[in-house]
């Protein structure tokens, strides 16, 4: 009988538990776990993964992850080597502590709804974000933010350019205490923050003296409600600069498709990009499909997957070149295009790619779900993205000549290779033309 008993209550304490865990919406991660048996680039100097991320601000509503230097990862990443990389993710109904920076930052929304105010020039601008949203925040510009959804994290990659110490940058936090996060006010004199402040000592030490919560703290839904009164996109009251914020995706694609959208925002969008040299692009690849190859021309890629799953290859002289200084090969110093290495890795939601000027690459979306990638491209201006397959592709505006010469083949045997595609920029990937033989095969 007691067997029987402890055996119904286990039963009970079972069922509770599934019943518990079925009913318990969570908000993902942007990293989402990866499993030892998936490979992805983890030796790879062009692709960084959670584990390359610095976690520079955490609290139990949210965090603030950082890359570290880029040439810390290697030499060959010289070019960007002032520009930092950072994700915010805020849960659910936080607040994000007022801060400044001493960098120059473009934010792109990745996930969900809030809204961001910025205090500039006297001038305080609130307005509501939604993903596809790019923001420029001037280095110095009091910023703080909330997440207005229930149920969905905050998800927000930026880019930063310091403007203080190179390839470093700091976080200022006037509003604090003691620690956590502690208040730059707290940093002076208690004689010079009575002058200054005009308060009393004993006022100050309360305000500053104090254990916080953290940076990311848990808001009221009456302080959510206060914070979001403004329409999409707000107002933007600084006098001679364009509005606060461009939507990405309410341009009209530069490229499209049946497998891929390509959007793209620079400074005839979006004025306040003027003086970064950055422009912003976006590419929603169609499951089964893939875009490139292609290169650009002057811009580095620092790219995020913002959603899906797939792989890119590019082609990189310089991995191949390093390779054959290790072997002890002299002649690798002067030989010119001799080999190119391939690089590649599998891609999933968070990881960072990074894509060098003039590399070819191609980034291929898994055969059950779209790949979404958004571009930060440094050394924007007069950049070019060079199609090397499809309509327009460069090699389909060469001589006859030129190509038989530099094939080495009848240029009509080349034409025929590099015009037999029709699509352009995007195309059906090697998975979607597997599964059309494939059904093909079983239809007859």
Known sequence: ????????????????????????????????????????????????????FITGIKTQHGRVRVLPKFTERSKLLKGIENYRFAILEANPQTFVVPNHWDADAVLFVAQGRGTLNLVRRGKRNSFNIR????????????????????????????????VSTPGQFEHFFGPGGRENPQSFYSAFSSEILEAALNTRRDRLQRLFGQQREGVIIRASEEQIRQMSQHEEGGIWPFGGESKGSVNIFKQRP???????????????????????????????????????????????????VVDGEGYFEMACPHLASESGKRQGSQ??????????????SMLRRGMVLIIPAGHPFVT????????????????????EIVPLAGRNNVMSQLEREALELGFGLPAREVEQIFRSQQEEFFFQGPGGRQQREESGRADA
């Open 1 to 52: 009988m007691m067997m029987k008993s402890r055996l119904f209550l286990f039963c009970l304490l079972f069922l509770a538990v599934v019943t518990v865990a079925l009913g318990t919406k969570e908000t993902s991660s942007f990293f989402p776990y990866r499993g030892r048996e998936e490979k992805y680039g983890e030796n790879n100097i062009y692709v960084f993964e959670d584990q390359h």
């Open 131 to 162: 993903p596809g949203d790019v923001i420029r925040v001037h280095a110095g510009t009091t910023a703080y933010l909330i997440n207005r959804e229930s149920n969905e994290n905050l998800v927000i990659a930026k880019l930063l350019r310091p």
């Open 254 to 304: 530069s490229q499209s498709n049946q497998y891929g959208q390509f959007y793209e925002v620079d400074e005839s969008h979006y004025r306040q990009l003027e003086d970064l040299d950055i422009s912003l692009s976006f590419g929603n690849i169609t499951e089964g499909g893939m875009l490139g190859p292609i290169y650009s021309s002057k811009a580095t890629k620092i790219a995020v």
């Open 331 to 344: 002649e690798r110093e002067t030989r010119i295009g001799a080999s190119y290495q391939k690089v590649h």
């Open 364 to 383: 291929v979306a898994s055969t059950n779900q779209n790949l979404q990638i958004f571009f930060f491209n440094v050394n924007a201006r007069n950049n």
